[in-house]
C-alpha cells in the first residue's frame, strides 16, 4: 500500500506570494492533519480534515488555510508570504478522525521563503 | 495545554552501546506514537504505544499511562539510528497531536 505522498517536494517562493501544497493520504484513510516544522518552534499542529471537514484548527493566522477533497486528498495554501513561513511542512494521514488512531507521515514539502 | 517533554535532548553514542530515551507527559495521554526524523525530513513511525511493552528488533518501547511515561530503547546502536526522536500524543480523541521538542541522536562508528 503507497505511503502519504507530498507534493512538490521543495519550494521556493518570494515574500507576498502564495503558495498551495498537496496532500495524498494512504488509501482508504480519510483523515488528513497538517503540521509545520521550524527549528524554533518544532512541530506545530495547522489543521485537520476529516470526510471534507475541518475539525481541528492549530493557533496560526488566518493566512493559513486549507481544505479535503471527496477523494480524502487535501492542500493547504499559504498567502501573502512571510520570511517567517520557511519551513517543512508535513502532512499525516490516520484511518478515522479520531485522534486514538495512529498517524503516518508524508516526506515533507520544504518551504523556503525570500 | 499538554506538555511533552523528552529527554536527553541530545546524545552521542558509539556503534554497539544501548540508549534510552525518555518522553514525560504533564497530563495523561489515550495514544501515544514515537517516530524517527530522518535527514530527509520524514517522520518515519517507530511505536505506536498507548500503554505496555512492545518490541521491533533492535527497538522496544515502553509506556506506562499511569505514570505519564514511555521510554524508546535503542539497542546495539547503528551509524543508521542516527536522527531526531520524537514522541507524540493527544489530550484526547479529538484533540491533536502534540510533540515533544525531541532527541537528537548521533551515533559514532
Known amino acids: 500500500k503507497a505511503g502519504v505522498t507530498q507534493t512538490p517536494r521543495y519550494l521556493i517562493k518570494t515574500r507576498g506570494q502564495q503558495v498551495t501544497l498537496s496532500c495524498s493520504p494512504i488509501s482508504g484513510h480519510r483523515s488528513v492533519s497538517w503540521y509545520q516544522q521550524t527549528p524554533g518552534q518544532g512541530l506545530q499542529f495547522l489543521f485537520e480534515y476529516f470526510s471534507e471537514t475541518q475539525r481541528n484548527k492549530g493557533n496560526f493566522p488566518g493566512r493559513f488555510s486549507g481544505r479535503q477533497f471527496s477523494n480524502s486528498r487535501s492542500e493547504m495554501n499559504v498567502s501573502t508570504l512571510e520570511l517567517g513561513d520557511s519551513a517543512l511542512y508535513l502532512c499525516?494521514?490516520?484511518?478515522?478522525?479520531?485522534?486514538?488512531?495512529?498517524?503516518?507521515f508524508g516526506p515533507g514539502t520544504r518551504l523556503t521563503v525570500l | 495545554g499538554i506538555q511533552v517533554e523528552q529527554s536527553p535532548p541530545d546524545l552521542i553514542l558509539q556503534e554497539g552501546a544501548n540508549s534510552t530515551l525518555r518522553c514525560n507527559f504533564s497530563d495523561s495521554v489515550n495514544n501515544l506514537q514515537w517516530f524517527h526524523q530522518n535527514p530527509w525530513g520524514q517522520l518515519i513511525n517507530l511505536f505506536y504505544?498507548?500503554?505496555g511493552t512492545k518490541q521491533n528488533g533492535r527497538l522496544s518501547a515502553t509506556t506506562v499511562a499511569t505514570e505519564r511515561y514511555s521510554l524508546l530503547y535503542i539497542s546495539s546502536s547503528q551509524t543508521t539510528d542516527s536522527g531526531v526522536y520524537f514522541c507524540?500524543?493527544?489530550?484526547?480523541?479529538?484533540?491533536?497531536?502534540?510533540f515533544g521538542k525531541g532527541t537528537r541522536l548521533s551515533v559514532i562508528a
Open positions: 499525516a494521514s490516520s484511518l478515522a478522525a479520531s485522534s486514538y488512531n495512529e498517524q503516518f
Open positions: 507524540a500524543g493527544p489530550l484526547s480523541g479529538n484533540t491533536p497531536l502534540v
Open positions: 504505544i498507548p500503554s
